[in-house]
């Protein structure tokens, strides 16, 4: 069963400049979600897809979109680049989004670098 | 408010040694859930153990226990006879059920343990 996979995994971008990184989940799994894992911040909360929907997003400003298509891959994306983006960024899926019961398994990130 | 306190950043221990990593949360709600993730330095973080707020069994897994104290918030993680490859960054993590808020964990900032041969 293949795991989560995150694409790409490193890319070098300059600030100003706008990425999409790339998610697919485990086969069947319908919920995504995402986090920026920086060292001074630590492993924050994104935003989550389930059924193509937006369920929840974390405190993060409108730069930071993402979606969900129908066979569950999800994309995010970040606008206008701040040195500050530069993170590992980590996708996570599972199969439902009941409410904090599930377990979430994680992709090997994207680790972007802002310039 | 929701947060998870790792005190501990760095530990370091000799190969077999027994080495316990600390987790204390806090929540207003009554159903929640704790884990433990583990991230080797591939980057991905890899689940160990879900526990909800209603069990507070202790668990024994191979060389890994956890015990959850509900009365101290605390949630913590024990490796016995440690090896060169439990090297990572722990972290523990907390959902909230009753919030309907899906899949949103919050993390502690982690332990990197290092195992020394």
């Known amino acids: 069963k293949a795991g989560v996979t995150q694409t790409p995994r490193y890319l070098i971008k300059t600030r100003g400049q706008q990425v999409t990184l790339s998610c697919s989940p485990i086969s069947g799994h319908r919920s995504v979600s995402w986090y920026q894992q920086t060292p001074g911040q630590g492993l924050q909360f994104l935003f989550e897809?389930?059924?193509?929907?937006?369920?929840n997003k974390g405190n993060f400003p409108g730069r930071f979109s993402g979606r969900q298509f129908s066979n569950s891959r999800s994309e995010m994306n970040v606008s206008t680049l701040e040195l500050g983006d530069s993170a590992l960024y980590l996708c996570?899926?599972?199969?439902?989004?009941?409410?904090?019961?599930?377990?979430?398994?994680f992709g090997a990130g994207s680790r972007l670098t802002v310039l | 408010a929701q947060k998870v306190t790792q005190a501990q950043t760095e530990i370091s221990v000799v190969e077999k040694e027994d080495v316990t990593l600390d987790c204390v949360y806090e929540t207003r709600d009554t159903t929640y859930y704790l884990f433990w993730y583990k991230q080797p330095p591939s980057g991905e973080l890899v689940f160990l153990i879900r526990r909800n707020s209603f069990d507070e069994q202790n668990e024994i897994s191979g060389r890994y226990s956890w015990n959850f104290q509900k009365s101290t918030s605390s949630f913590n993680f024990t490796i016995t006879a440690s090896q060169v490859v439990d090297s990572a960054v722990y972290f523990c993590?907390?959902?909230?059920?009753?919030?309907?808020?899906?899949?949103?964990?919050?993390f502690g900032t982690g332990t990197s343990l290092t195992v020394i041969p």
């Open positions: 993590a907390l959902s909230e059920a009753s919030k309907n808020t899906g899949n949103q964990f919050y």
């Open positions: 996570a899926s599972s199969f439902h989004s009941l409410s904090g019961a599930n377990v979430l398994t």
């Open positions: 897809y389930f059924s193509e929907t937006q369920r």
